[in-house]
């Protein structure tokens, strides 16, 4: 029988326990919050949300080499030299977001997330957080030494969960309270003046008031009928990447109250995953990544997409979009030994760790067997595998590292860069559908991360941080969304109690 128990009060009510939130209950407490309680709707083995399923990756403004030094100082100096990381700066930064989004992200928020993406990264190390270099898509092995792409860098050791876990035991070290399935069933107040929020578990019900509230409840991608309100044609049978509990009743209770909306409603960051990927949970191993280095077709035959557009950080968040729109929402990768194969300089730009755990892949000595295995017809594959080959420029240098104008020439659906013949058996294809990982759509905030109302006003006491807030349109600069996290939750915590 559910009980009722009398309303208690706070400095702060953070709503979620992921980065977002437990980074906000951290830099409140610096700045002198007593009392801080968290809010997971999660039981405590699935606290966190995302980044427990990720390497959790952060792109950040950083001046090269000896700055990332900084951050892995247990590394031997063999292995250091072997590591390349070249500067990466406000404006490079600014360029990828602008490109990515088409230049529709908020100005003053762009210009918040970047400018101060460095000094995020840095209190993370002096709050106790430890480092690895990034072991995710972010690196490749020339020469004997490996390149990481602009931006990238370190992980957090050990990866997503390593990272809740050290925020988590930051946070209870500084008296944060922390409750789990505790889920947030109403918000108290109206568009002007926010009061907290009614908490329901599984034994009672009860009112937590604030003198501020931050919601980082997450975005809306694990509710199959909102994907399907929201997204459009067959998001609702999409994988989702990430935690189950993302269902988005936070942030349509927020919209109710009268908080502005913001962010591109109809998309959100989806990224090709196996075929076979679990319908939750399959952030790491299902990623299908390699795809700039092979062709991809779909369930025709038929190439669709330019795989070689740009680097894979501007592309991978919207190749999801693209596969699901093809025939039956799905398509397949095709490689030859040349990118798969044990030798060879295309090897080491192949994403071996995540494909070898690949619950199906198909091989054959021969284009119209590997067609027959994958169940296309062989005459169209094979004619879309010698189109793509005649028009190889073998006259450009392959560089995986970097792009390289190694493209097609005259093919209806072109490959800009490492455009390579895939005529070196046996050939390898993958099976490959949209996963999502996180919504763009969400609540509008200031530089402060204060929710703004329909009127563009500040809502009193109310602000929101992470995937909850729309910030995103089109498209995604990898690793960008954890960085967001710390930067806006030190932006909450200053303005609350600066």
């Avoid at 427990?52 to 030094?69: I, L, M, N």
């Avoid at 995710?136 to 602009?150: L, N, Q, R, T, W």
């Avoid at 931050?214 to 994907?227: E, I, K, S, T």
Wanted: charged share 20%; net charge negative; with cysteine.
């Amino acid at each position: 029988m559910t009980t009722t128990k009398a309303s208690q009060s706070f400095d702060v009510v953070v709503v979620g326990a992921g980065t977002a939130a437990l980074s906000t209950a951290i830099a409140a407490h610096e700045l002198g919050a007593k009392r801080i309680v968290v809010l997971e709707k999660a039981p405590e083995p699935e606290f966190g949300g995302n980044p427990r399923f990720s390497h959790s990756g952060f792109r950040w403004v950083q001046s090269g080499k000896d700055e990332v030094r900084q951050f892995l100082p247990d590394i031997d100096q063999e292995t250091w030299a072997k590591l390349e990381f070249r500067p990466y700066t406000e404006e490079e930064f600014h360029d990828h977001i602008s490109r990515a989004t088409r230049g529709k992200m908020k100005p003053e928020l762009q210009e918040v997330l970047v400018s101060e993406s460095n000094a995020a990264m840095h209190w993370l190390l002096d709050i106790g957080m430890k480092w690895e270099p990034d072991s995710g898509s972010a690196h490749m092995e020339v020469g004997g030494k490996f390149y990481f792409e602009p931006g990238y860098s370190v992980q957090p050791l050990d990866g997503g969960l390593a990272q809740l876990e050290c925020l988590r035991e930051i946070a209870l070290g500084r008296g944060v309270e922390i409750r789990y399935e505790s889920r947030v069933a109403g918000l108290l107040g109206n568009m002007h003046q926010f009061e907290g929020v009614h908490v329901a578990t599984p034994d009672t019900e009860y009112d937590l008031h604030g003198t501020a509230t931050v919601l980082c409840a997450g975005g809306f991608q694990a509710n199959r009928a909102a994907r399907a309100r929201y997204l459009g044609p067959n998001a609702d049978l999409m994988t989702v990447r990430g935690s189950r509990h993302n269902t988005g009743e936070v942030l349509e209770m927020a919209l109710s109250l009268g908080a502005g909306a913001s962010g591109h409603w109809k998309t959100g960051h989806a990224s090709v995953v196996d075929a076979n990927a679990p319908d939750f949970g399959g952030m790491n191993h299902p990623n299908r990544y390699s795809y700039p280095y092979g062709i991809t077709v779909n369930t025709r035959g038929r190439r669709f997409v330019d795989e070689g557009s740009n680097l894979r950080m501007m592309t991978y968040a919207r190749m999801g979009w693209i596969t699901l729109a093809e025939p039956d929402g799905m398509a397949y990768q095709i490689f030859d030994q040349k990118i798969v194969g044990d030798e060879g300089k295309g090897n080491a730009v192949f994403r071996r760790k995540a494909y070898s755990q690949a619950p199906k892949v198909f091989e054959a000595n021969s284009i119209a067997e590997l067609a027959e295995k994958i169940g296309l017809t062989p005459e169209v594959l094979e004619h879309t595998v010698s189109e793509f080959n005649a028009a190889c420029d073998d006259s450009v240098p392959f560089q995986p590292n970097q792009r390289d104008g190694k493209a097609t020439i005259g093919l209806r659906v072109p490959k800009s860069n490492w455009a390579i013949r895939i005529d070196e058996p046996p050939f390898v294809a993958y099976p490959v559908t949209a996963g999502i990982t996180f919504t763009f759509g969400g609540l509008e905030v200031n530089a402060s991360s204060q929710v703004l109302n329909t009127g563009d006003q500040p809502i009193e006491s109310l602000y929101a941080v992470g995937d909850i807030v729309g910030l995103f349109y089109h498209g995604y600069v990898g690793s960008t969304g954890q960085t967001r996290n710390v930067v806006f939750a030190r932006r909450a915590a200053g303005h609350a109690f600066g």
